[in-house]
């Protein structure tokens, strides 16, 4: 399927490929992008198992990426695509980061950061939920489904 270029769908579709690559390797098909100027500088999905890293989470590696992309610690530029709700501990990084935008597909009911900790984004960073949920929701759903 296509997208209008730039828009948040397009840009969740780039996450989307990044879950897929989670997928592959037996991770939990979560993927991000990070956007400046209309264009990703980052990419990453999850490899908690790969790294034996509980913190290898598709937002942290993306926001580590995006920041030696544009050589700063502050994010407020850039935006977030990622495939699930980010947990708390993500929210977390993309409050310290100063991220400009957040935008979700599928929302995360045990561990999403609205149903936790309401006020844990920075002040000035702006959320969209909901984008391909359908897609991003399916994704999680089959991967839970086979491990079963």
Same mark, same amino acid.
């Given at each position: =399927?296509?997208?209008? !270029?730039?828009?948040? /769908?397009?840009? =969740?579709? /780039?996450?989307? &490929?990044?879950?897929? &690559?989670?997928?592959?390797?037996? /991770? $939990?098909?979560?993927? #991000?992008? !990070?956007? #400046?100027? &209309?264009? !990703? $500088?980052?990419?990453?999905?999850?490899?908690?198992? %790969?790294?034996?890293?509980? %913190?290898?989470? #598709? /937002?942290?590696?993306?926001?580590?990426?995006?920041?030696?992309? !544009?050589?700063? &610690?502050?994010?407020?530029?850039? %935006?977030?695509?990622?495939?699930l709700e980010p947990c708390t501990m993500c929210a977390s990084a993309t409050s310290w980061s100063q991220l400009g935008k957040i935008v979700y597909g599928a929302k995360d009911p045990k561990a999403g950061f609205g149903r936790i900790i309401q006020g844990i984004l920075h002040p000035k960073t702006k959320t969209r939920s909901g984008v391909l949920e359908e897609e991003c929701a399916a994704m999680l759903t089959e991967f839970f489904s086979n491990k079963r």
């Open positions: =399927m296509s997208y209008k !270029i730039y828009s948040d /769908e397009y840009f =969740m579709n /780039e996450a989307l &490929k990044e879950a897929y &690559k989670a997928r592959e390797k037996k /991770e $939990i098909p979560v993927g #991000a992008v !990070i956007v #400046a100027d &209309k264009r !990703i $500088i980052a990419r990453a999905y999850n490899q908690v198992e %790969t790294l034996r890293d509980a %913190t290898a989470h #598709a /937002e942290m590696l993306a926001i580590t990426a995006a920041a030696d992309s !544009i050589g700063a &610690k502050y994010l407020n530029m850039c %935006t977030l695509y990622v495939t």
